[in-house]
Nanobody, 126 residues
Framework: VHVVESGGGLVQAGGSLRLSCAHSGLTSDDYAIKWIRQAPGKDREGVSCIRQTEGSTYYADSVKGRFTITEETAKNTVYLQMNNLNAEDTAVYYC????????????????????WGQGTQVIVSS
């Protein structure tokens, strides 16, 4: 199984970025794909989740209305469109996969994921 993130970078407050998570070796029907972030000195935080075959998604309260998660199944890629970014969004963003997780049942707690990517850095300058 491979999980690879891309798309991070430096952006000004109010700007946008789109992160990509390309995965291989997973049976998409069985796995939820999550975006998890870790800011300096803070615990990991569940940001968003999608399990398209179940039609379920999850967004942390801190990103609702600003972030959108989508999946392009033909490319085995999940995207996180991040708009109206602010300094509090600065973090390393990880893509992770968890088997048999329903995103609308997820409470945002991190620790049960089966596979992780290496992370991509997002820095929002104010």
């Amino acid at each position: 199984v491979h999980v690879v993130e891309s798309g991070g970078g430096l952006v000004q407050a109010g700007g946008s970025l789109r992160l990509s998570c390309a995965h291989s070796g997973l049976t998409s029907d069985d796995y939820a794909i999550k975006w998890i972030r870790q800011a300096p000195g803070k615990d990991r935080e569940g940001v968003s989740c999608i399990r398209q075959t179940e039609g379920s998604t999850y967004y942390a309260d801190s990103v609702k209305g600003r972030f959108t998660i989508t999946e392009e199944t033909a490319k085995n890629t999940v995207y996180l469109q991040m708009n109206n970014l602010n300094a509090e969004d600065t973090a390393v963003y990880y893509c992770a996969a968890e088997r048999f997780q329903f995103c609308d049942d997820w409470d945002g707690v991190v620790g049960r994921e089966d596979y992780w990517g290496q992370g991509t850095q997002v820095i929002v300058s104010s």
